[in-house]
């Protein structure tokens, strides 16, 4: 089957079956690789990226429920909150093996987007649901912080 995309600001046109996970779709059709598999249940969110500016795990999301909302991976997160976060957490130094950081900093964004100033218990219940293996859970919280202040040091 055929279906039309906006990701990142741009339409594709993909030939994939209806259940093929929107993960699939990013990194093995439009070599979009930066959205990172992890454990392939939506538990660790590696792979988050997302809809219409909401959180989602692309290796939950089926293609066919993409419909015409919007998809935004880590290589299209806007000069927002997202441009915010990523800056963030380069000046925190944040990754240590940075497998899961893109599903991180797409999950602050989302966060920052919906909360110019989240309270620390809107920071840990956005972020709860992702798997750090390098435990840099501190250093993710400060580079949220640095992020709500306004960025560099």
Request: hydrophobic share 40%; net charge positive.
């Amino acid at each position: 089957m055929s279906f039309s995309l906006t990701i990142n600001g741009k339409p594709y046109t993909v030939d994939a079956h209806a259940d093929t996970p929107l993960l699939w779709v990013l990194r093995d059709h439009l070599n979009l690789t930066g959205t990172k598999y992890g454990c392939g249940q939506g538990l660790c969110g590696a792979c988050t990226v997302h809809l219409d500016g909401e959180s989602a795990r692309s290796c939950q999301t089926r293609l066919a429920t993409v419909g015409n909302r919007k998809v935004t991976t880590i290589e299209g997160l806007a000069a927002t909150a997202g441009q915010r976060a990523q800056e963030a957490w380069i000046v925190e130094q944040v990754p240590q093996c940075g497998y899961c950081q893109s599903g991180q900093i797409m999950e602050a964004a989302a966060l920052l987007a919906k909360h110019a100033k989240p309270t620390p218990k809107q920071v840990d219940e956005a972020m709860s649901g992702l798997i750090c293996r390098c435990g840099s859970y501190q250093a993710i919280r400060l580079a949220i912080a640095r992020a709500v202040a306004g960025g560099a040091r």
